[in-house]
């Protein structure tokens, strides 16, 4: 698996961002799909994920309910719309997935879009 991961960007505190990432390879094979974020000195952190189906999520507690994550199967990619956004969201977004192959999970990693909010 594959993925390819863009808009990240500079925005105000307040404002809007779209993340995109999409998938190539066995997305046949993927259970989860989603992003984590890691800020300077802080270790890496669930952001917002969505399974197979593309009705389950999962959130980061600080979230609350400001990222909402959608999933396109037709195209293999997968939105986190990102509203509301303080300073403290700055951080670098990798987005990630999941495959579950006999029993065994594997993580995918895309390149990090770097997210920067500015007060």
């Known amino acids: 698996v594959q993925l390819q991961a863009s808009g990240g960007g500079l925005v105000q505190a307040g404002g809007s961002l779209t993340l995109s990432c999409t998938a190539s390879g066995a997305t046949f094979s993927i259970n989860d799909i989603g992003w984590h974020r890691q800020a300077p000195g802080k270790q890496r952190e669930l952001v917002a994920a969505i399974m197979s189906g593309g009705t389950t999520t999962t959130y980061g507690d600080f979230v609350k309910g400001r990222f909402p994550i959608t999933r396109d199967n037709a195209k293999n990619t997968v939105y986190l719309q990102m509203n509301s956004l303080k300073p403290e969201d700055t951080a670098v977004y990798f987005c990630?997935?999941?495959?579950?192959?006999?029993?065994?999970?594997?993580?995918?990693w895309g390149q990090g879009t770097l997210v920067t909010v500015s007060s």
């Open positions: 990630y997935a999941r495959t579950i192959l006999a029993f065994t999970e594997y993580d995918y």
